[in-house]
């Protein structure tokens, strides 16, 4: 099936330092978003992102955060700066289309964590 | 606001045979997803479903968005069907999935 891939797949940082996780979507897909799971916790949203803007975000997409896909590459996350509490996996995702209409589908994750 | 409560927490089947996982919603979705987990952490997509029901070999899945639940049945199980099995809602914004706590499921001889 289509795929959606990340990098890179683990990244260890000092606390304060800036990140950016990596997501290469499924080619033809427009929307695309970003989702933190914590360890032993839920999966949570963060940001959904068509047409070169955030269409919505969650509580935890703090002002630390920003995403961008310059020129169609890489859908990027970046943290600036990292806090401990930012450690935890990223999932990546990419669909067709927008408003629910369509399979969300997932990047295995970066691993992020903040020293 | 919307939540996803999913269960059984985690389920044991003897080989063969079959049960089903349930989510319910506590707002009205737009559609669900049903997916596991491999053992590398990677979401595998089963189902997408926006109403009715949906069959892949021995997977079912049903999605009621007025009774607000989707339910994902397994029958003849087999061992590698093991692993943690998660549905996520599409909210009314259409915006972003809610996902269920995970199920656990275990096959055994």
């Known amino acids: 099936g289509p795929k959606v891939l990340q990098i890179p797949s683990h990244q260890i940082i000092d606390m304060g330092q800036m990140v950016t996780l990596n997501c290469d979507p499924v080619s033809n897909h427009l929307y695309f978003y970003w989702y933190k799971q914590i360890l032993g916790q839920q999966m949570e949203f963060l940001v959904n992102?068509?047409?070169?803007?955030?269409?919505?975000k969650s509580k935890l997409f703090k002002d630390q955060f920003s995403v961008e896909r310059p020129d169609g590459s890489y859908f990027t996350l970046k943290i600036q700066p990292t806090a401990l509490e930012d450690s935890a996996v990223y999932f990546c995702a990419s669909s067709q289309m927008g408003q629910g209409a369509d399979t969300q589908y997932f990047g295995p994750g970066t691993r992020l964590l903040v020293l | 606001g919307d939540q996803v409560e999913q269960s059984p927490s985690a389920l044991s089947l003897h080989e063969g045979t079959g049960s089903a996982l349930r989510c319910n919603f506590t707002?009205?979705?737009?559609?669900v997803q049903w997916f596991r987990k491999n053992s590398r952490g990677s979401l595998i997509n089963l189902f997408y479903l926006a109403s009715g029901t949906k069959e892949n070999g021995r997977l079912k899945s049903a999605f009621d968005s007025k009774e607000r639940y989707s339910t994902l049945h397994i029958r003849d199980a087999q061992l590698e069907d093991s692993g943690t099995y998660f549905c996520?809602?599409?909210?009314?914004?259409?915006?972003?999935?809610?996902f269920g706590q995970g199920t656990i499921l275990k096959v055994y001889l």
């Open positions: 996520a809602a599409t909210t009314s914004s259409g915006q972003k999935l809610v």
């Open positions: 992102f068509y047409n070169g803007k955030v269409m919505e």
């Open positions: 707002t009205t979705m737009r559609a």
